[in-house]
């Protein structure tokens, strides 16, 4: 086990006897323990584990805690030649998506989820000398809340024990090819520096000994929380492959997820994968969270995708049934498309009886009049045309022609929306500005409550279409004002889109939807 740093009067932090991490029930046991803890560290201890609770219900429902990770070091190191391959859409400038983009969302999380960190502290918080240190996992006046809980924090948590951390660190350096002697090195480093080296790829900021994770800012993608169990998704890609371990060992060891280890699920791959030839996406099973959406209490929606397989689907469905997890899924086939991702970048939803969507996927326009030869044949041979069919446990499948089908009965039979369904439309439906918004995530929208969502500044046709359905607009450094200034209460607002700076987010291809693992929301 690692010594830690001494005390100036040369005096252990901790004894040798330490206890396992997973022998304790609660943060405070783990505050008081004598694990191994450097002098700089600085646990993650917001709530004991009898208070956390992992449900969620509902795609709108109430925001109380989820997981996220601000963007680190390694995102400023992706290179043209390597963005594609790591997943971006283009280079971007770290320190602008960080101070001028992706800290506004975490301020404007605080607010909503844990206002006693930042409320009376935004000066503070925002002061230049302070060098951004409220936002840094690493830092010691980090945040540290217990409801928008940083993925950094976790794992520096679980690397904590010496028999995780040596696993750990083998399982990293077997993925990335590391030699033995970096091995060893790796696993004498203490925990909160070694978690920033697991995640961003560097030692000392500027020597890279494998590949950044930049993807992991898009946390949704590696699990989704299903009622009171969690989904642990196998990515498309080998690029997120060191994010799927990294979930793996975050939730079966860290003491937050104690309670719910026998509710964690894992998608097995089907027996002939081993022997299969070739990376086919179709041959594979993989599933992301863009994929899932948790759409009220015994439904969920499962799309296949360019990165979801209808095998990952597959596999899904059968653990979520046989666990008795839900009663009913949907699964929806989008075209295997870079436009389309995943589900979650052609629809969110805004209310019980609102969503909005890219409305050239979501419609069978020419079911209402083949008119031209060309659209009657167009339709026929079609390989984008959109497919839904719904399994309920011990009932036949059925099918759907169109999204908003789909949706209209998610929102009037499984929510009981007593008004009609409502779709506001990416770009307000005009041609070209519907596909260019989509690509930069017009329909990526994160609900923190129902009628209040985040969405990217720069969707300016989208905004309009929010606006002719009656929503406030408000610029989130305006809304950080009013909160800090007692002129507006999060908790009684409604119909409100937030918009958020994006110039340097968006050229990753993921809006908030995508940033953000609920892991609580209130029951609608």
């Known amino acids: 086990m690692i010594e830690g740093k001494r005390r100036g009067d040369g005096q252990l932090i901790n004894p040798p006897n330490a206890k396992r991490l997973s022998d304790f029930t609660d943060f405070t046991d783990f505050r008081t323990s004598s694990l191994s803890l450097p002098l700089n560290y600085k646990p993650f201890m917001p709530l004991s584990n009898s208070d956390f609770k992992l449900d969620v219900t509902s795609e709108i429902g109430n925001l109380r805690a989820l997981l996220i990770h601000s963007p680190d070091n390694g995102l400023g190191k992706v290179v043209p030649s390597k963005a594609q391959d790591w997943l971006f859409e283009d280079i971007v400038h770290l320190e602008t998506m960080r101070k001028n983009e992706y800290d506004y969302y975490v301020k404007l999380l605080m607010y909503f989820l844990d206002p ?35 993925i950094q924090t976790l794992l520096a948590d679980i690397l904590v024990e010496d028999d995780i951390r040596k696993k750990l ?22 925990p909160v520096e070694l978690a920033k080296i697991i ?18 800012i898009f946390s949704r993608d590696i699990g989704v929380a299903i009622n009171n169990f969690m989904l642990l998704n196998k990515p498309a890609k080998k690029a997120r492959a060191r994010e799927t371990l990294l979930a793996r060992y975050i939730f079966f060891n860290h003491p937050l997820f104690a309670a719910y280890k026998d509710n964690i699920l894992e998608i097995p791959e089907q027996i002939g994968h081993f022997l299969r030839p070739g990376e086919d996406n179709e041959q594979k099973t993989t599933l992301e969270g863009g994929d899932v959406m948790m759409v009220s209490p015994q439904h969920l929606i499962i799309g296949c995708s360019e990165r979801t397989s209808v095998s990952g689907a597959n596999e899904a469905v059968k653990l979520l049934f046989e666990h008795d997890v839900v009663k009913k899924v949907s699964i929806v086939k989008i075209p295997h498309k870079r436009d389309y991702m995943h589900i979650d970048t052609i629809f969110t939803q805004v209310k019980r009886n609102m969503w909005v969507l890219l409305h050239s996927l979501a419609t069978n326009e020419s079911q209402a009049g083949r008119h031209e030869p060309g659209t009657w044949f167009a339709d026929k041979k079609s390989k984008d045309k959109v497919e839904i069919v719904q399994f309920e446990k011990g009932k036949k499948p059925t099918t759907y022609d169109t999204i908003e089908d789909l949706l209209s009965d998610i929102s009037e039979n499984d929510l009981e929306s007593k008004k009609k369904t409502k779709f506001i439309y990416s770009g307000n439906n005009v041609f070209p500005f519907d596909s260019r918004e989509q690509w930069t995530d017009s329909c990526n929208l994160l609900a923190l409550k129902e009628g209040v969502v985040l969405g990217y500044d720069r969707n300016d046709k989208t905004v309009e279409a929010f606006k002719e359905h009656g929503f406030e607009i408000i610029n989130v450094k305006d809304l950080l004002k009013k909160f800090e200034n007692d002129e507006l209460d999060p908790q009684t607002m409604k ?23 609920p892991l609580l929301r209130d029951r609608i």
């Open 116 to 150: 006693q960190k930042i409320k009376g502290k935004l000066k503070d918080v925002d002061d230049e000398k302070n060098k951004r240190a409220f936002f840094k996992p690493d830092d010691k006046d980090f945040h540290a809340s217990g409801k928008v809980i940083e």
């Open 169 to 190: 660190v083998a399982s990293v350096c077997a993925i990335e090819s590391v030699n033995y002697r970096m091995q060893l090195k790796l696993i004498d480093i203490e």
């Open 199 to 216: 995640i961003s790829g560097s030692l000392n900021h500027d020597e890279m000994i494998f590949a950044p994770i930049p993807n992991l």
């Open 495 to 517: 119909n409100t889109l937030i918009l958020m700076p994006s110039s340097e987010l968006s050229r990753a291809r993921g809006g908030f939807h995508c940033m953000s693992m």
